[in-house]
């Protein structure tokens, strides 16, 4: 079997990430989530006072940007890398519902996005990669061999992602989680820079009726072929 590159791209809370590790393990190859990237970046802004829901100070966080170092550290018990921020484990902190709501913001800027593009072309150079995130199949691998577009309800979404939060213990509203959504959704379709688009040659995927087990099968005969 040849190694191949897999974009996985779609709107917020559709289940990419999930999928994306599901695949990785079956094949043995590395995931990357790329809005772990952008979640940190945004955990940055906050943690220096860039950004408050009252003002955005862009070129402080554009200045910073040589200062911030990103990594992915494999966890074995996880079985996933895990996200660190300038040597620190942020994996949980990233996940927060403030960081939901300040991160796409943090992903407008072109800055931003040619930093981390250039660091995730890098990671996939050799192939045997499975990434999500926006810009996947559009921008950062055009060229992979297998692109995946997810789509589900915005609805099936914040409930999804309102169920992962309780869970976790945070105390949030299923309002306050779809409007999250839907405002994520929106600046990330309209923004100028590398805009949420599926790719023309990716494989739209709408999740809203199948399981985590049913979506997987399905994908799963998506890569046999392109392999
Ligand atoms: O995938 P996740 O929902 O964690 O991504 C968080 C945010 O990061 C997205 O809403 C989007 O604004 C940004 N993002 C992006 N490009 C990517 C991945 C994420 O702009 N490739």
Known sequence: NKKITIAIDGFSSTGKSTLA???ANHLG?????TGAMYRAVALFAMQNG????EFFDKDSLINSLPYIKLQFKFNDALGFGEMYLNDVNVETEIRTIEVSSFVSKVAEISEVRSKLVEQQKEMGKDKGIVMDGRDIGTVVFPEAELKIFMTSSATTRAQRRYDEL????DNVTFEEVFKNVEERDYIDTHRAD???VMAEDAIEIDNSHLDR???FQLVLEIVIDAT
Do not use: C, F, N
């Open 213 to 215: 087990e049913e979506q």
């Open 21 to 23: 590790k599901q695949i």
């Open 166 to 169: 309780v869970a976790k213990g």
């Open 29 to 33: 190859y590395v995931y990357v989530d």
């Open 50 to 53: 860039y950004i408050t829901s």
């Open 194 to 196: 590398s805009p949420l």
